[in-house]
C-alpha cells in the first residue's frame, strides 16, 4: 500500500496558492482575477485537509468545510459587485476601471 | 453534558442580539415599504437592537467583575470574553450608534435609503464581536469574513454611483486576497499545533520556535493578512480608493470600526498567541509602521479629495499605533488602546462633519467644499478644528495624550530612532491638517446651502469633540481603563 506523504500536498497547495496570487496580479479580466482568489482558498483548503488527514482529526476537515461556505458567500457577493460595475461602465478589464486614479 | 450552557448564552449573547435585530430589520424593512417615514423607525429600530446589545454588553462585563474572573470562556473555548474583546465591542458598539446617527439624512439625500444598510451595519458589527472576542481559528475566521462581506456591500451602496461600485470592486478583490494570506497561515498554525484553539498554539509554536520553516510561512502570511485589514503600508493601496468611494458614513465606519477590531485580532493573534516567536513578526511590524507613517503623511499633503485624505491620514494613524505593539511593555499595551479610543472619537467626529457637507446637489468631498465654513457655520467649523487638532496630536486635546503614551512607551523600549522618525511626522502631519483650517476660516464661501445638519449629526458631532476636549483635559478616566484592559488581558 503506497502512501502519498504529507509534503506532496503541502507542495501542492503551496503552488496552488502562489498561481493564484501569480494570477491575482497578472490577470487583466475581473472574472479571471476572481477565479484566481477562488484557486487561492482552495489551495488552503487542500492544505487542511491535508493536515486533518495526517492527524486523523475531523476539524481540519470541519474548517474546509467552513472556507468553502465563506468562498460562495464571497463569490454571491462578489460576482453582484462585478455586475453592478459592469452595468455601469460597459467593461471587466481592471485597467479601464479607474476612475479613482489621481 | 448540555450542548448549550448558561454560561454559552452569556459569551454569544450579544451576537445573538445583533444578528436577530439584523434579520428583524429585513424582515420590517419588506413590511414597512408603504408606511410613512417608516425608515425613520427602521433607523430607531436598529438603535434599539444597539442598545439591547449594550446591555448584554454590560451585564458580561458585570458578570466577570463579580466573579473575580480576568476572564471568561463560553461556546466550547470558541469565544473567550476578556478586557480586549469587551474593549473592542464597546468601542465598535459606538461607532455603529454614530453611523445610524449620521446616516439617516445622507441616505435620504442620495436616494439610496434602504433597511438592508442598516441591516448589513448589524451583521457587521457581530462579525466584529467574533473577531474580538474569538479564541479559535474557525470563529476568527469566520468574524472576519462576516465583517468583510457586510462591509464590502456598504461600501458598494449607493449603486448608481460609479465610484461606489469601483470602490466596492477594490476592496473586494484586495479583502478576499488577504483574507487568502491570513487563511494560509491559519491552515499551517493548524498543522503544527493540530488544534484550532489558540492557546495550543501558543504553546505549540513556543515548542518549535522561531527557525522552523512552517512558524516563519505562516507569522509571514498572517502578518501580511492583518496588516492589509488596517491598511498598514505596503498594503494600504486599496484604502485611497475604498474610502474616497464609499458613502462617507460608512467610510467614517470602515475607518474606525473595523480598524480597532483589526487591531483587536492582531494583539490577540501577536503578542498574545504568538508571543514566544517575536522576533520574527517585530521588524515586519517596525517596516510596516515607518513605512505607513512615511506614505500616510507625505500622499495626505497633496490631496484635495477630503475623503482621500483622511485614509491617507488614518494609514499614518495605523503606523502609530503599530509602535505601541513594537514596544510590546505594559505602557505600550496601554498606548495602543488609548490610542484607539482616541482615534475612534476624533475620526468618526471629523467623518461627522464631512457627511454634514454632504447635501442637495453638492458632493461634499473636496477641499474647497470646505470654504468659508467658519462664517456659515461657525459651530461646526470650531469643533472640527478642535478634531483636526487632536487628529495632528496637538494638546490640549486627547490625541496629544494618545501620541504621548506611545512616544513615552517607545523611549522606555529604547526604540530612540522610531521615536524621533514618528515625531518627526507630526510635524508634517499638522501642515496638511492645517490646510483644511485654512480652507474653513481664510477662504470665504462658495455657496450658501445649509449643511445637512440633522438632530444625529449634530449629536454625534458635539458628542466626539466634547469627549475629545475632556478626555485631553481631564485624561485619568481613560487612563484608568487602558490600564485596566492591558492589565486583565494579559
Known sequence: ?102 | MPVFTGSDMLTLLPAIVMCLFACGTLVLDVMGRRIPRGRRWLMLFGLCGLAITGVSLWRQWSALAAGGLSQYTGAQGAVTLDGLGFFSNALVLGATVLLFLTSYRFLEITREHSGEYYSLALFAQAGMYFMATASELITLFLGLELTSISFYILVGFTRVDRRSNEAALKYLLLGAVSSGFILYGFSLLYGIAGSTELADISSAVSGRGASDPFVVVAVVTIVAGLLFKISAVPFHMWAPDAYDGAPTPVTGHLSVASKVASFAVILRLLPMTLGSVRSLWEPLLIVAAVASMTVGSIAALTQHRLKRLFAYSSIAHAGYILLGIIAGTQMGLRGVYVYLIVYALMNLGAFTVLTALHRHGIAGEDLHDLRGLSTTRPVHAALFVVLLLSLAGMPPTAGFLAKYYIFTALIETRHYALAVIAAAYVVVSLYFYFRLVREMYMRPAETREPLAASLGIRLSLYATAALTLFIGVFPEPVLRLGFRISGVGQ
Do not use: C
Open chain 1, 1 to 102: 500500500m503506497h502512501h502519498v506523504p504529507l509534503s506532496w500536498y503541502l507542495i501542492l497547495s503551496a503552488i496552488l496558492f502562489a498561481l493564484g496570487i501569480a494570477g491575482f496580479i497578472y490577470r487583466k479580466n475581473i472574472i479571471t482575477v476572481f477565479m484566481s482568489i477562488e484557486l487561492m482558498l482552495n489551495a488552503v483548503n487542500l492544505s487542511f485537509v491535508a493536515f486533518a488527514y495526517q492527524l486523523r482529526q475531523v476539524d481540519g476537515q470541519i474548517y474546509a468545510f467552513f472556507v468553502m461556505v465563506v468562498a460562495a458567500a464571497e463569490a454571491a457577493v462578489g460576482l453582484a459587485i462585478i455586475l453592478t460595475v459592469f452595468k455601469n461602465r460597459k467593461t471587466l478589464q481592471i485597467d479601464e476601471i479607474d476612475s479613482m486614479k489621481l
